[in-house]
């Protein structure tokens, strides 16, 4: 495998280390505030906004992390 091609699979592993180091936090940051935040809400609306916005923040937060591990897997065929 040429040297430049190593240093791809490489930059890319360490690039998605980073990425699922940075997401898990703060996915947890946003999902422990929009609860927080739909937990105290004065009404309905509110409430419901602060719902659908801690399901979009699960659930977008769990798809990045998955798709780091996807990507990491195949990068590690390559090697």
Do not use: C
């Not at 936090?25 to 309905?44: I, N």
């Amino acid at each position: 495998m040429p040297a430049f091609v190593s240093d791809i699979i490489s930059f890319f592993q360490t690039a998605l280390t980073w990425i699922t180091a940075v997401a898990v936090p703060a996915v947890a940051l946003t999902a422990a505030w929009h609860a927080l935040m739909r937990s105290s809400a004065q009404d309905e609306h509110d409430a419901a906004r602060h719902a659908k916005a801690l399901r979009s923040t699960l659930v977008y937060g769990v798809t990045t992390i998955l798709a780091g591990a996807i990507v990491s897997t195949v990068l590690n065929f390559f090697k």
